[in-house]
């Protein structure tokens, strides 16, 4: 069993910046893919950034140039960094990962851009 626990979720003003963190714990072998999505209200989940065990990342096209994805393999952590944040970036966002149980998903954490 794999558990998620993520945090820095928040109010932000248009431009403003977060940080976004996923600890996993647990019965953990290897974790493979790790990555973050967001829901917002009447809209389908996205993808918003993946990374790799390698390091390899991509991410969706509307945060391209603004949110950067990192992992800490020491810590099972993973990061995404918002920055220059738009109202349309509010959503409700969840980390995931693939171990060798499968994939895991996190409560999710609420980012909201307001004035």
């Known amino acids: 069993q794999v558990q998620l626990v993520e945090s820095g979720g928040g109010l932000v003003q248009p431009g403003g910046s977060l940080k976004l963190s996923c600890a996993a714990s647990?019965?953990?072998?290897?974790?493979?893919?790790m990555s973050w999505y967001r829901q917002a209200p009447g809209k389908q989940r996205e993808l918003v950034a993946a990374?790799?065990?390698?390091?390899?990342?991509i991410y969706g096209d509307s945060v391209k140039g603004r949110f950067t994805i990192s992992r800490d393999n020491a810590k099972n952590t993973v990061y995404l960094q918002l920055n220059s944040l738009k109202p349309e970036d509010t959503a409700v966002y969840y980390c995931k990962v693939v171990t060798d149980y499968g994939d895991s998903w996190g409560q999710g954490t609420q980012v909201t851009v307001s004035s």
């Open positions: 990374i790799t065990s390698g390091g390899r990342v």
């Open positions: 647990g019965s953990i072998f290897s974790i493979y893919a």
